[in-house]
């Protein structure tokens, strides 16, 4: 089993883990309140990532297509910027999708105008490996439809709120975040041991938890059971 790849040091001495693909926590939680903590598995899937619109509305898509140069977010050779006339107004915008690319392909070419084309690219089904464009790549007034493969990056979590107080009151007090809500993964750490838990948010999806060991002891004897090594750097 590969538990939650290395962490990173921050102030506060609360540490930040980068998990890869679909992945798997080992926390430590009282489920029940009655002061003994148990080891609980939760799996995480990456969180879903689209393409967000940088600048819009330039104008037509040849001059959508020159200003993703001077577009900062655009920098890279793995950026993935793109023109799109996503209210189809007949002017173009710049899009940023949330994962680099390795590279593309065109796997319908020279289909007719922007339109014919998005329609033909409605057409296929999704899928997380990838983003598909209406491109003129050639210039000649024809658009085809350009795949565009995606690099998914390694979810992070994020500490909400740092050394919040003892484990009850931080867990009451997860609710009242935005980023803790729905399929989100928030828990309570203390990662430096000091009687003091703070709110960890995971950008990943929760999709399951299970309890591996319960009721093991106080918060140091399940802590002791979480293979902290492989946690931290």
Do not use: K
Request: proline content about 3%; aromatic content about 10%; hydrophobic content about 35%.
């Amino acid at each position: 089993m590969r538990y939650i790849s290395r962490f990173s040091a921050i102030a506060v001495l609360l540490l930040i883990p980068t998990l890869v693909q679909a992945d798997t926590l080992l926390v430590c939680e009282d489920r029940d309140n009655d002061g003994r903590f148990g080891l609980v598995e939760v799996t995480l899937q990456p969180a879903a990532a689209g393409a967000s619109v940088v600048r819009g509305n330039i104008g037509t898509y040849q001059s959508c297509v020159a200003a993703i140069s001077q577009q900062s977010a655009c920098n890279g050779s793995s950026t993935l910027c793109a023109c799109e006339d996503r209210d189809q107004d007949g002017r173009f915008g710049i899009v940023r999708h949330a994962y680099p690319t390795s590279g593309r392909s065109v796997i319908a070419p020279n289909l007719g105008n922007y339109f014919t084309c998005q329609a033909q690219l409605n057409s296929y089904p999704t899928a997380s490996d990838r983003y598909l464009t209406c491109d003129d790549y050639d210039n000649d007034g024809r658009y085809g439809v350009v795949s565009h493969q995606l690099v998914p990056q390694a979810a992070t979590a994020q500490i909400l709120q740092a050394n919040y107080g003892n484990y009850y009151a931080c867990t009451q007090q997860i609710s009242t975040f935005s980023q803790c809500q729905g399929s989100s993964y928030c828990g309570c750490v203390d990662a430096d041991q000091d009687g003091r838990f703070g709110i960890v948010w995971v950008n990943s999806t929760l999709a399951s938890t299970r309890v591996v060991q319960g009721n093991i002891g106080n918060y140091g004897s399940c802590f002791s059971q979480m293979n902290w090594n492989d946690w931290v750097n």
